[in-house]
């Protein structure tokens, strides 16, 4: 009797902390990057696209939202994880990285300084702070305390080239997209 | 004591539990498909017939004119070759079963497209298809609408005319074929 009276005291106990501790921690995520468009699908069946190349517009939409205490700034990195574009069968036919051009646009930004780095070409990771050619997009304001967090919405535009000659096929790659403190 | 430590497990079990997952960074894969394109449309001169009836035509043979053309456009995502083979390995006289031999009909090719054979060539069988548009080792580049022609001719070779080999009136007859082949 006395065992089960403890028992109870205790699951008491642990739902009244379990929920308060819920209350305090509540909070807006100190980071947040959320992705719309995230599989990418370059898919050549016409001439024209063999001669030309295909362009997916817009593709994907990138909203990020993040409070930090820093002052140095933020930073959206993009790079991929592997040092080509391979194809699944002879790695002779493998695509190089900058190959595929990812040309980002600002949509709308509470962070007036937030800009897009024309020099950003795609390599292969992992994150190196010593290489600024994996930022594709950064900003320099952070926020405090209660003061609303840092929004910014971004659209990226993937084009990649002619691909007369190649072999058919499937041709692969992941791209890691890192958002950091500078 | 137990009971103490009990509590305190319980109570740490419940701060993890409420955590929230902050996301960072994410994945994206990129695939890109290449669906092959190859193609090859014979677009006039599908049907070339040759009527031989005159001595001239039997001594002389037949030149190539408008109506003994073969066209054909290739679009190739890839490197390609063209190869050219009759059906069979002699014309086969549909009358008399009599054949007459695939060399008296030459050609020529012409048109836009590149790596076109040069010469003047005989037609052959199968077994020994001519690569009239580029070699194994050096194949056509990949391209659309790339523009040939098939300049044929019948029996106009010096020296082995349609007379000399004395055939009988007969339709002879074959089927060539064009066979577009990736590199």
Known sequence: ?182 | MRKLLLGVAMLLFAQMGFGQAIKDNAVIPVSITLNSILRLTVTSGGNIQFVVNTIDQYTGGISNQDQYTTMFTVSSSRDFIVEMYAEDATFVGQETGLTMDLDFLRFTMAGTGPSALAGLNPLTAAGSATEIVGTSGTPADAGGQLDYEILWELGTEAGNSLLEANLPADIYITNVFLSLVPQ
């Open chain 1, 1 to 182: 009797m006395n065992t089960v009276r403890t028992f109870f005291i205790f699951l008491i106990l642990f739902l009244a902390i379990g929920f308060s501790s819920n209350k305090l921690k509540a909070q807006d995520p100190l980071k947040d990057l959320r992705v719309i468009g995230n599989f990418i699908q370059f898919n050549y069946s016409t001439l024209n696209h063999f001669n030309n190349g295909i362009e997916l517009t817009d593709w994907t939409r990138v909203r990020i939202r993040f409070k930090y205490t820093g002052t140095n700034g933020w930073e959206l990195r993009i790079f991929a994880l592997s040092n080509k574009i391979h194809f699944e069968g002879n790695s002779t036919y493998d695509i190089e990285l900058e190959d595929l051009e990812i040309i980002p646009n600002i949509i709308s930004s509470n962070d007036a300084s937030a800009s897009i780095n024309i020099d950003f070409t795609l390599g292969q990771g992992p994150y190196n702070p010593s290489i600024p050619d994996q930022v594709l997009v950064s900003g320099n304001e952070g926020t405090v305390l209660e003061d609303p967090p840092v929004e910014i919405e971004i659209v990226i535009t993937y084009r990649l080239g002619p691909m007369m000659n190649k072999p058919e096929g499937i041709y692969f790659v992941n791209l890691n997209m890192l958002l950091v403190e500078k």
